[in-house]
């Protein structure tokens, strides 16, 4: 199983006694935490049962006490985050049948744990404006938008997100390229239709994000 950039925090808990392992680490755990850009890491399990949760960056740092830097160019282990709490929520979800049930676990286990901390307005709506523009912004928007200099909105940002507003784009345009490219749409068209200078460039950013090529994706 390989871990693709998204423009979320990732939560994954394996479900029974099998842990996940970063094959390219040999780290086990029962459950991890990626980051906005992770890199590509690969795991692989004995059986894979495990819940997903797909958080915005503005709320992961209240539900999960982690900042985002943090999380940046890799996989956490949820127990090095959580620590006990981690090995309980694994035992709940090991002993609860339904996925639905699963699911409402996490939930009421992360609500449980919300801290008051958000990110600062400012660097909130710049969020939002990245996705509403499907990665298609430029820094300078993003400053006008603010108020601030280029300098505190990439430190604030950074801070806050766990990637630079640049690298944050790139990410929010790449999901759009991969879901075309998923769902059959020619190398081509997905390059002009998200904005990429090219198809080489659109190659670069799917080997980086997704650890393959648009040819891959397209057979799946």
């Known amino acids: 199983m ?47 049962d495990c819940v997903e949760i797909r958080l915005s960056p503005i709320t992961a740092c209240s539900l999960l006490g982690v900042a985002p830097r943090d999380l940046h160019g890799g996989v956490t282990g949820l127990a090095e985050i959580w620590g006990a ?12 049948s339904s996925w639905e049930a699963r699911f409402e676990v996490v939930t009421r286990f992360l609500a449980a744990g919300a801290s008051p901390h958000r990110p600062d307005p400012e660097v909130a709506a710049c969020w939002r404006r990245i996705l509403a523009d499907g990665g298609d912004v430029r820094v300078g928007d993003l400053t006008e938008l603010t108020g601030w200099s280029h300098k505190r909105l990439w430190s604030r940002f950074t801070d806050q997100i766990g990637v630079t507003p640049k690298r ?17 749409e020619s190398a081509a068209d ?8 090219d198809q080489s460039h659109l190659h670069r950013d799917i080997v980086t994000f997704a650890g393959t090529t648009p040819g891959a994706l397209a057979l799946r």
Do not use: N, W
């Open 2 to 48: 390989r871990i693709v950039a998204l423009p979320a925090v990732t939560m994954v808990v394996q479900v029974g006694e099998s842990p996940l392992t970063d094959t390219g680490t040999g780290a086990r755990h029962g459950g991890l935490v990626a980051g906005i850009a992770p890199g590509t890491p690969q795991l692989r399990s004995d059986r894979v």
């Open 85 to 96: 709490r981690a090995e309980r929520l694994q035992a709940q979800l090991s002993e609860t």
């Open 168 to 184: 944050a784009a790139m990410v929010v345009r790449f999901r759009r390229a991969f879901d075309r490219l998923v769902a059959g």
């Open 190 to 197: 997905v390059a002009i239709a998200c904005g990429y200078v």
